[in-house]
């Protein structure tokens, strides 16, 4: 079972499994309209927020920098397949990224 935090949304897993699933590094506009191909809707506006608090937390990393595309990290696989604990994903008190 995923561990769940208060920062996180179901936007986020639908990112990171899309992410992990298909093993691609993709920026925002590249996610809004992949995810729409899967039936998923979602904002480019809110992917860009939801990507912003997934990285700042380890869950997909930055793979090029000046295009801002962005791949799941083994973190963010382990949170997939429920490996990681609840303690590792809390937020520090900011809630920006929501």
């Known amino acids: ?5 208060a920062w996180m949304t179901g936007n986020d897993d639908s990112i990171l499994e ?11 506009r590249g996610l809004e309209i992949n995810l729409q191909r899967e039936g998923i809707s979602i904002s480019k506006r809110t992917i860009q927020r939801r990507v912003k608090k997934l990285h ?3 869950l997909i990393e930055k793979v090029h920098e000046n295009a801002g595309y962005y791949a799941i ?3 963010g696989r ?8 609840a303690s590792e994903l809390e937020d ?5 990224g929501k």
């Open 1 to 5: 079972m995923r561990p769940r935090v």
């Open 56 to 58: 700042e937390k380890g």
């Open 73 to 75: 990290t083994d973190k």
């Open 18 to 28: 899309f992410l992990g699933e298909n093993d691609v590094a993709l920026a925002p």
């Open 92 to 96: 520090d008190g900011d809630n920006d």
């Open 78 to 85: 382990q949170y997939l397949e429920g490996e990681l604990d």
